[in-house]
């Protein structure tokens, strides 16, 4: 089978003088060989073919492949991660993970909160603060969390995120608007542990791989899982299975009912948090969660479990074919 990988390799970006902050949803070297081992000791013939641009020559010029390994976060406007599936579903070639509708509603946090909170599964309450009019009429308690809605890896996320009063809250919210020039969603504070949860699978043939809950240190950035403390997490953040059979159900059924509603597909994530009475609630999902072999949360999960990289890869394409009828040759 010849499969194609689209892909933003971080380094390119850098190149062209991106800031950090904005590619840090990128990959690296690293991950793209790892994925290319992955397949072709099955056997396959893989095709680098890169971003948004390189994929549009790559069609322009008649090349063709049997499936897409997508993995491209893009980087231009609040559909971005649905660009490469949405160009590849005008040519006809399937790709592996969620769809062009898909990936573009989960970008958009609170649009996926609405989706979510509408088919039963907790999430807290939230406002959508879309220009700085809005600030005003943002009427939920305080405190309340502040970050970008289109963000990702932390993007945005610092201890300023907290806002305990309406001077700190249209302070944050101007600067959010003003930076990452997208809306900004303001949401009830989760006061208690925090988790993510990784799936395999599309629709009722999801399952959890496992649940971990992540601890970070309240030195760094007052304990909040920020960009900050993404970046510098082997100092700062520890990793641990959910061994509590009560929270771990709780874990499983919320990130799977939030799944499910959305129509994710063949692997992810979703980003969970316990409110101050121990129950737990949707924060976000990750249709496309970074596959770094050696230090993104999903393949940690993997590994948590007993499942090796490869394992992992080739379940995620297994899904893929499954549901598009499809047979590796």
């Known amino acids: 089978m010849i499969i194609g990988m689209t892909y933003d390799l971080k380094d390119d970006y850098r ?49 063709r ?10 980087l231009h406007g609040m559909a971005r991660e649905a660009q490469v599936p949405a160009l590849l579903e005008a040519y006809g070639i399937p790709c592996v993970f969620s769809d062009a509708m898909v990936l573009a509603l989960c970008l958009h946090k609170g649009m ?6 509408r088919s039963g599964v907790p999430t ?32 945005g996320i610092s201890s300023k995120s907290i806002v305990h009063d309406r001077d700190s809250l249209e302070k944050e919210a101007r600067y959010q608007l003003k930076t990452f020039d997208q809306p900004v969603i303001a949401e009830t504070v989760l006061e208690g542990r925090e ?15 496992a649940s971990m809950e992540i601890v970070v240190d309240h030195k760094s950035d007052d304990g909040i899982y920020s960009y900050k403390t993404k970046q ?37 994530r979703v980003d969970l948090k316990m409110d101050c009475k121990g129950r737990v609630q949707f924060l976000e999902v990750n249709p496309l969660a970074g596959l770094n072999p050696i230090d993104s949360d999903l ?29 590796a040759r």
């Open 195 to 209: 988790f993510t949860t990784g799936i395999l699978g599309t629709g009722t043939s999801a399952r959890c791989i």
């Open 232 to 268: 510098d997490y082997k100092e700062c953040t520890t990793y641990h299975l959910v061994e509590d059979a009560q929270v771990n159900e709780q874990c499983e059924k919320v990130a799977l009912g939030a799944w499910r509603a959305l129509g994710c597909r063949d692997g992810g």
């Open 15 to 63: 190149k062209a003088g991106y800031p950090e902050q904005l590619i840090a949803e990128f990959d690296n070297l690293q991950t793209i060989e790892a994925l290319e081992a992955v397949f072709e000791k099955e056997g396959h013939q893989v095709i680098r073919i890169g971003g948004i641009r390189s994929l549009v020559a790559f069609l322009a010029k008649g090349s």
């Open 112 to 117: 996926t909160k609405a989706v979510v909170a």
């Open 299 to 327: 393949p940690m999960l993997a590994r948590f479990v007993g499942m090796d990289y490869d394992h992992l890869i080739r379940e995620i394409f297994s899904s893929a074919l499954d549901r598009l009828g499809m047979k």
């Open 65 to 74: 492949c049997d499936i897409v390994f997508n993995i491209c976060e893009g």
């Open 124 to 155: 807290p309450d939230y406002y959508m603060i879309a220009e700085e009019k809005d600030i005003a009429a943002v009427d939920l308690p305080f405190p309340l969390f502040l970050k970008p809605v289109g963000g990702g890896t932390g993007m």
